[in-house]
Structure formats: C-alpha cells, structure tokens
T-cell receptor, first 114, second 112 residues
Framework: EPEVTQTPSHQVTQMGQEVILRCVPI?????FYWYRQILGQKVEFLVS????????KSEIFDDQFSVERPDGSNFTLKIRSTKLEDSAMYFC????????????FGPGTRLTVL | AQSVTQLGSHVSVSEGALVLLRCNYS??????LFWYVQYPNQGLQLLLK??????LVKGINGFEAEFKKSETSFHLTKPSAHMSDAAEYFC??????????FGKGTRLHILP
C-alpha cells in the first residue's frame, strides 16, 4: 500500500540554524500538508499546499517557515532560523482531492533544537 | 470555528473489556469528524470518519463511533480491547473544505 515517507526520522540542530524536513507524498495525491506536535500537546496544522502554492497557513507558519515542492515527488518544510520552541514532531500528510479526503500521514520527523 | 475536547489524557482498560474514548466537538457548521490512531514511532492512521451519512460509523480494527448532534459528541468504542490497541488516539474535526483540528489525544493502556 502506498505511504507517505519522511526524512530524517530525527533531526538535531543548534538554535539559529536552518533545517529542511523532507516528505515524499503518495504519488497521485495533489494536496499536501504539514502539521506539528509539540511534546505532550495536540497536533497543530501548519500549512496546506496545492498546485505549487500555499492554499492556507496557520498563525504558527510565520516568515521563518517556507514550503516547496522542488520536483515531482518531494515536499519540503524549511525553517530558516530555528528556535528552541520549534522542537516538535513534524508530520507531513497528503490527500488526493483536498480536506474532505482522508489525509494520509507520514511517520514524522522529530526536530530537536538545542 | 471548530474545536475538539478529548476527555482523559490517559485511559486504562483490561484486555477484553469495553474501550470508550470520549470526544466532544464544537463547530459552527455541520462538521466532518475523525478518529486517528498513532502507534509508537509511527504516523497518524485514520480509524474512521463521519461525513454526514450514517451516524454510527464503523472503522478499522473493530472500532466504531457514534455522532450525536444533541450532545456534540463523537465517542470512540470497541467492544473488546486487545493488547495491540495500546496507542494514542486523536479525535479531530473539520468544516467542509477546511483544515483538520485535532484534540490533545488520549493514550490508551491495555492491562493484561
């Protein structure tokens, strides 16, 4: 069964450094999402992406964040200058046709900012 | 705006006993409702979803949930717990054509 994959599984970085989290959505899906989950807290929506542009973003998704689909398979989340509070599990998800479809989640990348 | 409240961050049940995980929602429009499960070191997996058809929704692994508009609830149940059900369960809500809002999650522990 096709699945969403994410790399790396765990990323440790120093505060102020840039990180790129990578996701490979399911191949025929058109809508892509990033969520994050700070330890012990709820899963929070960050951004949705369709047709090579952001369709919606939350207040968390400030200028430090950016997303890109650099080729036909990868979907990346970049944090330009990491802060301690960016430490979280980041999940990528994809759907064939938008929010009302079942979202398929990747296993997540745990980001630790020191 | 939509929101979800899950009652109980941890629930323990004995193997073979009834599983009941509680979820109440708030939505200004008819909602879509979801239950997701997260096993250790894995991503979120959809258990079931309600999209305004039957109010009793059956999902994978023997789970089901009932949409009760009058109570704004969408509780998850399973008649007989199995050790493999130990995981974190997330209730979620969305308005149509809108992002999913997750609850804080309930960790289910199964006692032998």
């Amino acid at each position: 069964e096709p699945e969403v994959t994410q790399t790396p599984s765990h990323q440790v970085t120093q505060m102020g450094q840039e990180v790129i989290l990578r996701c490979v959505p399911i191949s025929n899906h058109l809508y892509f999402y990033w969520y994050r989950q700070i330890l012990g807290q709820k899963v929070e929506f960050l951004v949705s992406f369709y047709n090579n542009e952001i369709s919606e973003k939350s207040e968390i998704f400030d200028d430090q964040f950016s997303v890109e689909r650099p080729d036909g398979s990868n979907f990346t989340l970049k944090i330009r200058s990491t802060k301690l509070e960016d430490s979280a599990m980041y999940f990528c998800a994809s759907t064939p046709q938008g929010y009302t479809d079942t979202q398929y989640f990747g296993p997540g990348t745990r980001l630790t900012v020191l | 705006a939509q929101s979800v409240t899950q009652l109980g961050s941890h629930v323990s049940v004995s193997e073979g006993a009834l599983v009941l995980l509680r979820c109440n929602y708030s939505s200004s429009v008819p909602p879509y409702l979801f239950w997701y499960v997260q096993y250790p070191n894995q991503g979120l997996q959809l258990l079931l979803k309600y999209t305004s058809a039957a109010t009793l929704v059956k999902g994978i692994n023997g789970f089901e949930a009932e949409f009760k508009k009058s109570e704004t609830s969408f509780h998850l149940t399973k008649p007989s717990a199995h050790m493999s059900d130990a995981a974190e369960y997330f209730c979620a809500v969305s308005a149509r054509d809108d992002k999913i809002i997750f609850g804080k999650g309930t960790r289910l522990h199964i006692l032998p």
